[in-house]
């Protein structure tokens, strides 16, 4: 990471989320600079302890954070817990709002006491007829659309990730840049409230102004009406399986050409891309036995040669080995109190030419409570009691 681009440097955030939405929020910040304190309770975020596709949740979300151990259910917790974000410039939460006033931060009390403080509330939905049920990155994909869009008919699918949960945590980490941008000139804080609903619902946009402008609703995508001579997935000589797309006049010819394919591009019934994709039914099956008699490896360098789009289906674990991936600085390497390490995708962007790794190392529940509450003023005995221990 490029130790000089660290523009939220002195930004103190306290979080106090559990799974994904909320603590990807706190984790974008603090790649950016800002120091995140993660409030935790006496036993630890239970996300710490979820195991199969929960297992990485932790881990991930909470890299370089400190972590500061609070009983919430006792006086003494919620009075640290004030004094901690008197200190704040930012809250970051994801509770229902009954559950933060039971844990001292209840939204109206804090913009009240602290009128400077950036709240950024991450919750199923915004304000509306929803506002108070429980949501899920499933669930949402489902209301929405998306996951009909995903499967074919009769099987809606979600997407492989919890793609909402993650976007959420990165525009409550937009909003809060914006609301810091503000600050500077008012003083003011802000309440900020990001919906994973309406995250999902941006996520459909595409095909919800398809059906306004057009008046039908698009089919699923595996169903979708192509606008592509070739946009599919073919089985290789090495039963190796790909994506090949050809999109343009330029392309098809030059797949044709690549494939010996010198009769279809001869073909008067080709000669336009209207005419490409409306021979699709005829033409694919062409395509793909000239493709599954070529090594993958052959074709992906042909391919490449020749500006074809292409990708091998590939699984997440084989992103340890692509090439790009691997280059300096793709991968940012992060270690849990246990001592065990591991790599994570740095973010997708860069800066001056350096991409920022970000990462950072997991805390232990707890790590950092003396040291934080220590430089409040609290003593050893209350800062006991304030941690439940």
Not at 69 to 96: I, M
Not at 181 to 190: A, F, H, W
Request: charged share 25%; net charge negative.
């Amino acid at each position: 990471m490029d130790a000089n681009f660290r523009p939220l440097d002195g930004i103190r955030v306290v979080e106090m989320s559990h799974m994904i939405m909320g603590p990807s929020c706190g984790m974008f910040l603090g790649f950016l600079g800002a120091e995140v304190i993660k409030v935790e309770p006496p036993a630890g975020d239970k996300t710490r302890r979820l195991g199969g596709m929960g297992r990485p949740m932790f881990p991930l979300f909470n890299r370089g954070k400190k972590s500061v151990q609070l009983d919430l259910t006792t006086e003494a917790g919620r009075a640290a817990l004030d004094r901690l974000l008197a200190t704040a410039d930012v809250f970051v939460e994801n509770f229902r709002d009954a559950s933060l006033s039971k844990m001292g931060a209840d939204l109206e009390r804090l913009r009240a006491t602290y009128p400077g403080l950036i709240v950024a509330s991450h919750k199923g939905f915004l304000q509306g007829p929803y506002q108070d049920r429980t949501a899920l990155d499933e669930v949402v994909q489902m209301m929405t659309g998306l996951a009909y869009m995903t499967g074919p008919s009769g099987r809606p699918l979600r997407v492989g990730s919890s793609a909402n949960d993650i976007m959420g945590g990165l525009f409550g980490a937009f909003a809060v840049l914006a609301a810091l941008l503000e600050r500077k000139e008012t003083g003011r804080g802000r309440d900020l409230r990001i919906g994973l609903f309406e995250n999902c619902l941006l996520l459909v946009a595409q095909h919800m102004v398809q059906f306004e402008l057009e008046g039908r609703n698009p089919p699923p995508m595996p169903e979708r009406d192509f606008s592509w001579p070739v946009y599919d997935i073919f089985d290789t000589a090495d039963g190796r399986q790909m994506f090949v797309g050809a999109v343009t006049e330029g392309q098809w010819s030059a797949l044709c050409d690549l494939l010996g394919l010198d009769a279809l591009k001869a073909d008067p019934r080709l000669q336009t891309r209207p005419d490409q994709i409306a021979a699709r039914s005829w033409t694919i099956p062409i395509v793909a036995k000239a493709i599954a008699d070529r090594d993958s490896r052959e074709l992906e360098r042909a391919f490449e040669a020749i500006g074809i789009p292409y990708s091998p289906i590939a699984r997440p674990c084989d992103m340890y080995q692509d090439p790009h991936v691997m280059r300096p600085g793709g991968l940012a390497t992060s270690r849990l109190p246990d001592g065990t390490s591991f790599r994570a995708p740095s973010l997708p962007f860069e800066v001056d030419g350096v991409m920022l790794a970000g990462g950072g190392d997991l805390p232990a529940v707890g790590d950092h409570t003396d040291a934080v509450l220590g430089a409040l003023g609290m003593n050893a005995a209350a800062i006991a009691a304030a941690r439940g221990t």
